[in-house]
């Protein structure tokens, strides 16, 4: 495949961009245009521009904030390194509050998509629905990820004020909702190069299916009094546009799992729907591989050394969910002994740290402390904190703390990724792919839809274990166990919050949550504040119920 030529569209449009940001809506069009675009290239050009806004937030704060809220990762600091204001401990411990950095760059970023697209949709006046709709169906999208972060968000229509205020998140969901329904029929149906990444016929239907399996988390009249127990009246929706996708043969569960998620990913792997891509140089954003690397494994993979950050870790729990024989996506975490990695295999060199006691662990007792030893990179399973580090979650900036925590590799480091490039990667990341709609379907089948093209939730988990070489199931999965299937697939890919939210669990007991057990009856942080920018800015709205402002 060619990923120059998606990318080099893209990123010559992303320079021209002037993003509009979250305070001033109402941007002059003619400071970037003076003409109405009248080519299939013009078009292109600007129609690319929408794209982009999201790219720094999905890269990063959004990534963290769905994983580091959940039981997927917890975010510790070493020493006085990486507490960085509690940014990571407020998301881990569920305290976060309406300055934490993550939000506020998310907002910005959904809120800045949203403009670019009513500022686009203003230079197409004119132009055909089909010209259209991929610019409607991506603010659709961006008012989605507002929705669900955020709760009651304003709607920027068409008729949208450069002020608007806030609407009922169940009203935002039917917006949403409406919008991808009528452009629905003008989206391209092609699946090609010159469609990766962008908005599709089948983009919609993934939104939409999401959309309607979490109907009512959405449309509820608060956000603490949904329980998954209430029957969504979308539930078959939901599977009509799951049948959608899987019927219309473009899509499929043939690359193999890991695979899809390396440097080199992107038009080729047939599980993807949407996503959003990356590019060290030109399309930066994506830094996974910088929070997950070992502060002492900088050349592990073969990377050149670009000082990893190494405060994301996976407990315990969550890793012991990848037990399934011969699953492939046991690969995605490292723990226990440490080896060099080659051509994405690891290999069987063993990874050794050459340190001193200091630089080995607070315990170790040999004679001449001072002295050189040759030790084994090994992950713990176990996170233990230092002496009086739990208001920072501090592991200790040595070995012993380095070591702490098992490892994401799901998206595997991009051997040419450096610091002077601000860590970035090449990783393409999904959004909606085609394993996430076979999950969905049999999901929603399980809380009570209408099976269709014979499926069932057993078959379908099955079709889900048999590409990735786990056991089959027998029978039709339990929700709990379609809940830890989902866990398997789509770890670390954000999505985690939204299914905990849906299951009812996002409340529950993990990690280090028992430093603030307030947060075990706090429903009001299935949403996430509004950021204190933002309501300085727009001081007549409120803030979200339960923060204080």
């Keep these: 495949m060619n990923r120059l030529n998606i990318k080099?569209?893209?990123?010559?449009?992303?320079?021209?961009?002037?993003?509009?940001?979250?305070?001033?809506?109402?941007?002059?069009?003619?400071?970037?245009?003076?003409?109405?675009?009248?080519?299939?290239?013009?078009?292109?050009?600007?129609?690319?521009?929408?794209?982009?806004?999201?790219?720094?937030?999905?890269?990063?704060?959004?990534?963290?904030?769905?994983?580091?809220?959940?039981?997927?990762?917890?975010?510790?600091?070493?020493?006085?390194?990486?507490?960085?204001?509690?940014?990571?401990r407020q998301m881990t411990v569920h305290d976060w509050n309406a300055d934490n950095g993550m939000l506020s760059t998310m907002w910005d970023g959904a809120m800045t998509g949203i403009t670019t697209c009513n500022k686009t949709m203003k230079m197409l006046d004119g132009m055909s629905e089909s010209d259209m709709a991929p610019v409607r169906a991506m603010r659709a999208y961006y008012h989605f990820l507002l929705m669900d972060n955020f709760g009651d968000v304003p709607i920027m229509g068409d008729d949208a004020s450069a002020h608007p205020d806030r609407s009922k998140r169940a009203d935002v969901c039917r917006f949403i909702e409406s919008e991808l329904k009528d452009v629905m029929k003008y989206l391209p149906s092609e699946v090609s190069e010159a469609t990766y990444g962008k908005a599709t016929k089948y983009m919609a239907e993934a939104l939409l299916a999401k959309l309607y399996l979490n109907w009512n988390v959405y449309?509820?009249?608060?956000?603490?009094?949904?329980?998954?127990?209430?029957?969504?009246?979308?539930?078959?929706?939901?599977?009509a546009m799951c049948d959608s996708i899987i019927l219309s043969g473009n899509y499929a569960l043939t690359d193999s799992f890991m695979v899809k998620f390396r440097p080199d990913n992107g038009a080729q792997i047939k599980d993807f729907v949407f996503v959003m891509p990356f590019d060290r140089e030109t399309l930066q954003g994506m830094v996974h591989a910088r929070f997950w690397k070992s502060?002492?494994?900088?050349?592990?993979?073969?990377?050149?050394?670009?000082?990893?950050?190494?405060?994301?870790?996976?407990?315990?729990?969550?890793?012991?969910?990848?037990?399934?024989?011969?699953?492939?996506?046991?690969?995605?975490?490292?723990?226990g002994k440490q080896y060099y990695w080659e051509n994405y295999e690891r290999t069987d060199r063993p990874f050794i740290i050459e340190t001193t006691k200091n630089g080995y662990d607070q315990d170790?007792?040999?004679?001449?402390?001072?002295?050189?030893?040759?030790?084994?990179?090994?992950?713990?399973?176990?996170?233990?904190?230092?002496?009086?580090?739990?208001?920072?979650?501090?592991?200790?900036?040595?070995?012993?703390?380095?070591?702490?925590?098992?490892?994401?590799?799901?998206?595997?480091?991009?051997?040419?990724?450096?610091?002077?490039?601000?860590?970035?990667?090449?990783?393409?990341?999904?959004?909606?792919?085609?394993a996430d709609i076979i999950l969905m379907k049999a999901e929603?089948?399980?809380?009570?839809?209408?099976?269709?093209?014979?499926?069932?939730?057993?078959?379908?988990?099955?079709?889900?274990?048999?590409?990735?070489?786990?056991?089959?199931?027998?029978?039709?999965?339990?929700?709990?166990?379609?809940?830890?299937?989902?866990?398997?697939?789509?770890?670390?890919?954000g999505w985690r919050r939204n299914?905990?939210?849906?299951?009812?669990?996002?409340?529950?007991?993990?990690?280090?949550?028992?430093?603030?057990?307030?947060?075990?009856?706090?429903?009001?942080?299935?949403?996430?504040?509004?950021?204190?920018?933002?309501?300085?800015?727009?001081?007549?709205?409120?803030?979200?119920?339960?923060?204080?402002?």
Aim: net charge negative; proline share 6%; with cysteine.
């Design 8 to 88: 080099a569209i893209i990123f010559a449009c992303a320079a021209a961009m002037a993003a509009a940001g979250c305070t001033d809506l109402d941007v002059d069009v003619k400071s970037q245009y003076t003409e109405v675009p009248n080519t299939p290239e013009a078009i292109e050009a600007v129609t690319s521009e929408i794209y982009n806004p999201y790219r720094t937030a999905m890269g990063r704060q959004h990534w963290m904030a769905q994983t580091l809220s959940t039981d997927e990762a917890v975010g510790v600091s070493m020493g006085s390194d990486y507490y960085d204001g509690g940014v990571y």
């Design 444 to 493: 929603a089948i399980l809380r009570g839809g209408k099976a269709t093209l014979g499926d069932t939730p057993m078959s379908l988990m099955n079709q889900i274990r048999t590409y990735v070489h786990a056991p089959l199931v027998s029978a039709d999965p339990t929700l709990d166990e379609l809940l830890d299937e989902r866990a398997r697939e789509f770890a670390d890919e």
């Design 499 to 549: 299914d905990l939210i849906r299951y009812g669990k996002f409340e529950d007991n993990w990690g280090f949550r028992y430093l603030y057990p307030q947060g075990f009856n706090e429903k009001f942080r299935r949403i996430f504040p509004i950021p204190t920018s933002v309501l300085n800015t727009n001081t007549n709205w409120t803030q979200n119920e339960g923060y204080t402002k």
């Design 219 to 239: 449309t509820a009249d608060n956000v603490a009094d949904y329980t998954p127990e209430t029957a969504n009246p979308k539930i078959d929706d939901c599977i």
């Design 364 to 434: 170790y007792m040999e004679a001449d402390k001072d002295e050189p030893i040759s030790w084994q990179m090994d992950y713990t399973l176990d996170i233990p904190l230092r002496p009086n580090g739990e208001s920072t979650l501090d592991v200790g900036n040595d070995q012993k703390g380095r070591a702490a925590g098992a490892r994401s590799i799901k998206f595997y480091p991009d051997v040419n990724a450096t610091a002077s490039e601000g860590h970035n990667q090449s990783n393409d990341m999904p959004i909606f792919r085609y």
């Design 295 to 335: 502060r002492s494994g900088k050349d592990q993979f073969g990377v050149a050394p670009s000082g990893p950050a190494g405060n994301l870790r996976c407990p315990r729990e969550f890793v012991e969910k990848f037990n399934l024989p011969g699953d492939n996506r046991n690969e995605q975490y490292l723990y």
